[in-house]
């Protein structure tokens, strides 16, 4: 009985959201709808939590990133209110950033692992086996399923690895001063707040959904390009600094299509 009660409130406490309203479901109180409307304030951090505002500053919602389809909440809350997530992102400024690096998000590291993982079971197992020439035997006596078998193993975990290091080589370093941009086979470029003339902002449509995935940085020496596509960790910390230095230095600044 304890179970199924606590079962009951845990599945009164959710949010059911749409394009028009947001609709707050909490255990033993009235459930409450709002207009994206009537949102006139939104802080927190979309990595983690984001707090919902009234007009008169009356908190209406917490979201966490534990809840279910918390991705697809704050995607909604960035197309429907696309205003007040500007106006986050310029009050979301920090004098010392919490990180000062935007690099590839953690998902991508757990997969480059997990390709090592399968490399390293796969050497464990049948190396023993190649001591005795079977594996040899095998991939020239045997068919195109069993070769598969065989090499699937050793492309992953060489993929993963070539991947890793171009990971561990992207990313851009930044401080109120200069970001420092690193590629694979680049060298670094370090690029003055103060030096950048115009930013273009590239909004690409996903599913329904807008979002500021690249960036173009223009300066008299030249054009340099961010994708947000993969570099996700740190994300909104460096769009917060991008705003702030937009505001110090009065740089031009324009969305684009492509």
């Given at each position: ?32 709808t ?12 979309f ?10 500053g ?35 400024m ?60 050793p ?30 086979l ?7 707040w ?10 690409v ?22 994708s ?16 702030k ?7 031009s600044c ?5």
């Amino acid at each position: 009985m304890l179970l199924i009660f606590c079962g009951n409130v845990a599945g009164r406490d959710c949010v059911y959201f749409n394009s028009r309203e947001v609709r707050i479901e909490k255990p033993f109180r009235k459930s409450r709808t709002f207009q994206w409307e009537e949102i006139r304030k939104v802080d927190g951090n979309f990595d983690n939590t984001v707090n919902l505002y009234l007009l008169d500053g009356t908190k209406v919602l917490t979201a966490r990133l534990g809840m279910v389809n918390y991705d697809v909440f704050c995607d909604m809350i960035k197309k429907t209110c696309p205003e007040k997530i500007a106006s986050y992102y310029r009050s979301h400024m920090y004098e010392e950033p919490q990180k000062c690096i935007l690099r590839y998000g953690s998902e991508y590291y757990l997969l480059a692992a997990m390709g090592i993982g399968i490399l390293l079971i796969y050497m464990a197992i049948l190396v023993p086996a190649a001591a005795e020439n079977s594996i040899i035997q095998q991939f020239l006596q045997g068919d195109f399923s069993q070769r598969f078998a065989l090499c699937f193993a050793p492309v992953c975990g060489v993929i993963s690895i070539v991947f890793l290091v171009v990971m561990l080589n992207t990313n851009i370093r930044y401080s109120q001063e200069k970001m420092t941009i690193k590629y694979p086979l680049h060298r670094k470029h370090e690029l003055y707040w103060r030096n950048i003339q115009r930013i273009e902002m590239a909004a690409v449509e996903k599913t329904e959904k807008a979002e500021w995935m690249k960036l173009r940085l223009y300066t008299r020496e030249g054009t340099y390009k961010i994708s947000f596509k993969f570099l996700t960790h740190g994300k909104d910390e460096f769009l917060s600094m991008l705003f702030k230095m937009i505001q110090k230095y009065g740089i031009s600044c324009m969305q684009t299509d492509k």
